[in-house]
C-alpha cells in the first residue's frame, strides 16, 4: 500500500481579508475628526459704521484723546508722528489708556504697507486692552 502524500501548495498560503479595513479607516477619520477641538480665536470686536443718514452718527474726539498709529509704505510705525517698534507698541498705548481713559486709538495703513505689519499692530492693540479703535482709510 503506497501513502500518497499531499503537496502543499506554498503559494496559496492563506489570505488576509481586508475588506473590513475600508470601514475601520473610516471610522477612526470620522471619530479623529468629532474628537479634535478647534481653538476659538477672540479678535477685536468692530462695529463698523452703517450709512450715514444724519449728523447724529457723527463722533466729535478732541485731539488729546487720539493716539494715532500710522504704518508708512515703508512699513514703519509710528505713534504720534513718532517712530516706535512693534514691540514698543503694546507698552506705549496701556500708558496712555491707563493715563486717559478716553483715548481713541486710529490705525491708518498705508496701500503699500504689508497686510502682516497692520495685523500684529492690531495684535499689539488687543494685547493692551484698546477697546476703543479706529481704521483709518482714505485716498492717497
Not at 468692530?46 to 457723527?58: A, E, F, R, T, W
Not at 517698534?85 to 504689508?114: C, F, M, S, Y
Amino acid at each position: 500500500m503506497s501513502v500518497m502524500k499531499k503537496k502543499k501548495n506554498l503559494g496559496s498560503m492563506g489570505a488576509l481579508n481586508t475588506s473590513a479595513m475600508a470601514d475601520i479607516s473610516f471610522l477612526l477619520l470620522i471619530f479623529f475628526i468629532v474628537s479634535t477641538i478647534f481653538a476659538d480665536e477672540q479678535g477685536l470686536i468692530m462695529i463698523l459704521p452703517g450709512p450715514k443718514n444724519n449728523q447724529d452718527d457723527v463722533v466729535k474726539v478732541k485731539e488729546s484723546n487720539i493716539a494715532a498709529i500710522r504704518i508708512g509704505f515703508d512699513n514703519s510705525i509710528t505713534l504720534d508722528k513718532k517712530p516706535v517698534g512693534i514691540n514698543q507698541l503694546k507698552n506705549l498705548i496701556e500708558a496712555r489708556i491707563l493715563a486717559n481713559e478716553k483715548t481713541v486709538v486710529v490705525l491708518e495703513t498705508h496701500p503699500d504697507a504689508h497686510y502682516g505689519v497692520m495685523v500684529a499692530c492690531l495684535d499689539e492693540l488687543k494685547l493692551a486692552n484698546a477697546r476703543k479703535l479706529t481704521l483709518k482709510t482714505g485716498k492717497r
